[in-house]
C-alpha cells in the first residue's frame, strides 16, 4: 500500500534538514496551489534560493520542480504574502515530537509563527506575537478547541507521550500497564510513533508484534525503549538514510528518512537528503494520482452503464408517449365518427334520469338491450355514478365520457390530451437525443482512456521531467556562452552582478572586457591560466557590445577594450566617485575598435531524447555548436514579435520531425539571449 501521510519520524528528519538549509532565509513570495498546498519561495544566503511545499494533512518539502501556480491568488496567499513577505525565517521546529511543524518568522510587525498540521485533514495557521489566530486555512470549531480569527492558538491534544523526554522507568510502567495489548498496538497508542515504525522496531529485536505487554520480559521491555531511543538520536543527529522503496512493479511505495527492516526484500532508491526523497516521493505520486484521476477508466464504465440505462428508460417513454398521441388522436376522431350512437347513448341516461329512475335501472335497461341502442362494435362497458362518468368501448378503444359535458366537450379533451402528449413526445426526443450523445462522448472517452492508461502516466511523468529545475552553475546565473575554442565568457546582468561577477568569479589571468559606453556590462573570459586566441577576444569583444547600451541606441558598432584584473579597483583618482557595479581602470586598455553589435541564437537537438537546447552568443562561436542558427542585429522589433520570429527562422532550419516542438517551445527560453528584447533578424 502507497504510504499517505507522514510520521512523526518522518517530521524529525525534514525539520533536521530544513534547520541546516532555510534558516534565516528570506521570503520572496508565497503561493497557493490548491485548498490544502501552499507554496514559500525563499531566498537564502548568497544567490541561493528555495522552493518549499507545505500541505496541509499530508506533506513538507524542499521542492526542485517547477509547480503550476494559479493567476488569481485566493484570499488565505493575500493575507499570508501581506503578513510574510519579506520576513526572515528565524527558525523551524517540531512541536512534541508531533506531526506538527512550526516556522518563526520575524516581520515589520513582529514575531509571527506559520504552524503546518500534517495529522488528520490538516491546517495551516498563522499565529501573531501574543499567539492569536491571524489567518487560517480551515477555520473550525471543535470540541478540544477552536481555530477561528481572534482566538488564542492552542495545540491538538497530544497523540502521546513524547519519546524524547519519556525516562525509562517511565516507559516500562506505560507498557506494563497494557497488560493484555498486543505490544504493537501500545508502542503506537501510547507513545503516537504511528504502527510503521512501532512493528520496525519490534522486527529488528525479533519480537513477536501479537505478544501482550504482561508477557514482555524486562529484558524485552528495555531493549524496546532503547531501539526507539537508538532510532531517534540516529534522525536527531542527522544519520540518515534516504530511500524511495519500489514494488516488484517498480512503483513508489514509501519514502523513509532511514532504512526498514520491513522493506529489506524491495528494491530502494538512495537519495542525498530526505528532502530530495520526499520531493521526487511526493511530486511524482502526486502527478501519476493527476493523470490517473483525469480519465479513471472504472468511473467511465460506471457512467457508460448509467447512461445505458437512462436511454432505455427514455426509449420506453418515447414509444409510450407515442402510442398515447395515437390512441387519444383516435378516440376523438372515433367519437366524431359514431356521434350519433355515442350521443344517443347519453341521451338515454339523461333522459331517464331526468324521468326520475336510478342510475342501476338505466345501467339494468341499457345492459339488457344496448343491442337495440348500439352497434355491434360499440360497447357500453360500466358507468362510474359517483363521478358520472359513460366507460365505453369504440372499434377496440376503451375510454370515457363525461355525462356533464356534450360530446364534443369530450372529443376535445381527447384533441387536447393528444396535443399535451405529442408536446411530451418532443421532449422525450430531445432528452433522448441529449442523452445518446453523452453517451456517445463518454464512450469515446472511456475507448481513449483504455487505450491510453498506461501511455498516460507515462507521458505525465515525460512531463514531470521537463518541470524539474536542474541545479545551475555559479555562471548560469549571468549571461554567457561558450567561445568557439572552448573558453566560458560570463557577462553581468546589472550593477549588482557586475559588482559579484568581479569581486567573487574573476582570479588573475582572467581577462575583462568592457564596452567604451556608460551602461555596458563588464565580460570576463575565464582562461583557466591558458592564452585565449585572438577570435576569442573577438568574440568576448562583441559579447561586451551587443549588451551595451549601444545595442539600444541602434548602433552598428562600437568600441571595446580589455584589461586585467589587477588593473580594476575601486579606487579611482583622487574624489572620483565609483558607483557600485563599476570599476576604475589602471593602465593601458588594449582597444578593439569598431567591434560590430551582433549576436546569434541556435538550437541544438539531442539525438536519443530530442530534447532541443537554445544556444546564444557571439556569432562565431554559435556557428561552431549548431548549423541551425540566426544572427540578430539591433533594431525596432520587439518581444513576442521578435522571439516568434527567431523560433520561426530555427525551425526552418531544422530536419522536419524537429520543427513543431521548436515553434511551440517557450519564448522565455530565448528572452534573455537577445539584449533589451528587440532587434532585427537577419535573413
Known sequence: MQKREFTSFDVAAVVRELRENIANSRVINVYQLNDKTLLLKLHGSGETTFTLVLEAGRRLHLTSY????????????????????????????????????????????????????????????LVDGENKILQALHYKRMRDRNILRGEFFSFAPPSGQNPLKISKQTF????????????????????????????????????????????????????????????????????????????????????????????????????????????????????????????????????????????????????????SVEKYRQIGDAIYMHSVELQTLLNKFLKDRKAGKKWSEIISEISAGKRQVLKPHIFFESFDEQNRIVNVCVEGLRFSLDLQKDLFTNAAKFYERAKLAKRKLEGAKAALEETRKKFEETEAKFKEAEALKHVRPAKALEELAERKVKSKKWFEKFRWFISSDGFLIVAGKDATSNEVLIKKYTVPNDIVFHADIVGAPFVVVKTGGKQPSEQCLQEAAEFAAAFSRGWREGFASADVYWVTLEQLGKAGESGEYVPHGAFAVKGKRNWMRSTPLRIAIGVSVEEKTGEITFIGGAADAVKAKTKAYVTVIPGDTKGKELFKNILKKLAEKTPKEHREKILNASIEKIRELVPYGKGKVLM
Open 172 to 323: 516500562l510502567d506505560s507498557l506494563k500497564s497494557f497488560t493484555d495489548v498486543e505490544v504493537v498496538r501500545a508502542l503506537a497508542r501510547f507513545l503516537g510513533i504511528g504502527g510503521i515504525y512501532a512493528e520496525e522496531i519490534l522486527l529488528r529485536l525479533g519480537i513477536d508484534k501479537t505478544t501482550h505487554c504482561n508477557d514482555l520480559s524486562l529484558h524485552q521491555a528495555e531493549t524496546i525503549y532503547n531501539c526507539l531511543h537508538e532510532m531517534l538520536f540516529q534522525i536527531l543527529n542527522g544519520k540518515l538514510e534516504p530511500n524511495i522503496v519500489l514494488d516488484e512493479a517498480g512503483k513508489f511505495i514509501d519514502v523513509t528518512p532511514l532504512r526498514l527492516k520491513r522493506y529489506e526484500k524491495l528494491k530502494a532508491h538512495t537519495c542525498a537528503s530526505f528532502n530530495e526523497a520526499l520531493d521526487e516521493f511526493y511530486t511524482r505520486t502526486t502527478t501519476l494520482e493527476e493523470a490517473e484521476a483525469g480519465e479513471k477508466i472504472d468511473a467511465l464504465k460506471r457512467e457508460l452503464e448509467r447512461l445505458g440505462r437512462v436511454m432505455a428508460e427514455q426509449e420506453k417513454a418515447l414509444k409510450e408517449a407515442e402510442q
Open 66 to 125: 517547477t509547480l503550476e501556480k494559479p493567476l488569481v491568488p485566493p484570499a488565505f496567499c493575500m493575507a499570508l504574502r501581506k503578513n510574510l513577505k519579506g520576513s526572515k525565517l528565524i527558525s523551524v521546529e517540531q512541536y512534541e515530537f508531533e506531526r506538527v511543524i512550526l516556522f518563526h518568522f520575524k516581520s515589520k510587525t513582529g514575531v509571527l509563527q506559520l504552524v503546518l498540521e500534517l495529522f488528520g485533514e490538516g491546517n495551516i495557521i
